[in-house]
């Protein structure tokens, strides 16, 4: 399903000797659930980003069933088929969690009615009631889990997910990981970064990251 080939990316301006990211190579397949670990500045993000289309590789290529992705964020094979969940919560803070679930497919440039689709994706999160809420109203664990319900709006075959687990308490992590479980088995492929190894029994496969540089555990 997607392919990272012999991507390579080089910063100008990097304080580091290596590249952020050194000939890496990933391959996802259907149902596949895979964790990237490694120290900060091993290139994870820049990995994420890569993939997700919103940064463009030095060198080589990212593909999703056949397709290369395009950097930017409007690209319609990344708007479509890939979600992100960035590091932190990423809500706007004066929008409430209703709105908040159609601002990314507003940017998109998606019209329609997406009412029910929200309704049934804070379902699966558990937090059906919070629709018309606003995020400060929320605790820490709630809000990781309405960016979970964001990224699957348009039922993603690939959700990528940047340190989700970061800043919460393990009860609450095991829970976004029980989330990302249920998520696999339903049939989309989900691909996270973490620093907290007590997740990563949850993952059916684990990369370590290393100075730019990707290896199978």
Known sequence: MLEVRKISKYYKYSVNAYPALNQVELTINEQDFAAVTGPSGSG?????HTIAGLLKPSEGSVVL???E????AKSPIRT???SFIMQGQNLLSNFTIEDNLYFPLYLAGLRGNYYQRAVEVLTMVGLENVLFSYPSRLSGGELRRIAIA???????KLLLADEPTS???TENAFKVMELFQNINEEGTAVLISTH????LPFCKSIYHME???LVLM
């Open 44 to 48: 994870k993000s820049t990995l994420f």
């Open 65 to 67: 069933n056949g397709i």
């Open 80 to 82: 479509k088929e890939i």
């Open 196 to 199: 907290d190894e007590k997740v």
């Open 69 to 72: 992705i395009v950097s930017g």
């Open 150 to 156: 964001r990224a699957l709006m348009l039922k993603p």
């Open 167 to 169: 800043n919460l308490d």
């Open 211 to 213: 100075k730019g540089k």
